[in-house]
């Protein structure tokens, strides 16, 4: 599982301990996930390419570093996902986004997608937003989907995440998981 990677950051934690509150209104564990999200964007997209832009500043006009934001689509699967997206559209404000629902047939035990409304992803860093990896089933579906429209690169942004389906997550070796 060479693509995984555990952030280790003071604030995350925190917010992680938040949520793990049985007690913790609905309000305050969707504040720490978008909290969660943001952390770990950064995290994700620390060492992206950047581009100048030229920018005129109150003293002179100059080209400093920017992330280009239209190279970025978020997914979120829904529902559970959109706290995280929230937190991630503070840091990349003009990212696009998709949405996926995507649940689990509890007799079959196979992921089925309910909803898909997704940008176009051809050459494009998607950022998928899902909070728990338990059997990775709904992960697996939305990567098979998201593969299948060309991006440049998938990032999955998870908070708690099984060994089991993280095991089987990882069979995506271009898939990058944090």
């Known amino acids: 599982m060479e693509r995984v990677f555990v952030v280790d950051n003071s604030i995350l934690q925190n917010s992680l301990t938040k949520i793990r509150d049985k007690d913790l209104k609905p309000s305050l564990v969707r504040k720490h996930l978008s909290i969660i999200g943001k952390v770990l964007l950064i ?5 992206e390419d950047i581009k100048l832009k030229r ?6 006009m100059d080209n400093f570093p920017v992330i280009n934001e239209d190279d970025y689509v978020i997914v979120p ?6 706290p995280m997206m929230e937190g991630c ?3 990349l404000e003009d990212a696009k986004v998709g ?5 689990r047939n509890e007799e079959t035990l196979e992921s089925k997608v309910f909803y898909e409304r997704l940008p176009e992803l051809e050459n494009k860093t998607v950022i998928i937003t899902d909070p728990m990896v338990a059997t990775g089933g709904s992960l697996i579906k939305a990567i098979e989907i998201i593969k299948s429209k060309n991006p440049k690169k998938i990032i999955s942004l998870n908070v708690i995440a099984s060994k ?3 095991e089987r997550v990882s069979k995506f070796k271009d898939v990058f998981f944090t």
Do not use: M
Not at 77 to 82: D, P, Q, T, V
Not at 99 to 103: D, P, V
């Open 164 to 166: 089991e389906g993280l």
């Open 99 to 103: 949405f996926l629902a995507i649940k």
């Open 89 to 91: 559209l503070e840091v």
């Open 55 to 60: 920018v005129e500043t109150w003293f002179t």
């Open 77 to 82: 699967i829904l529902r559970a996902g959109l």
């Open 43 to 47: 995290e994700a997209l620390k060492n």
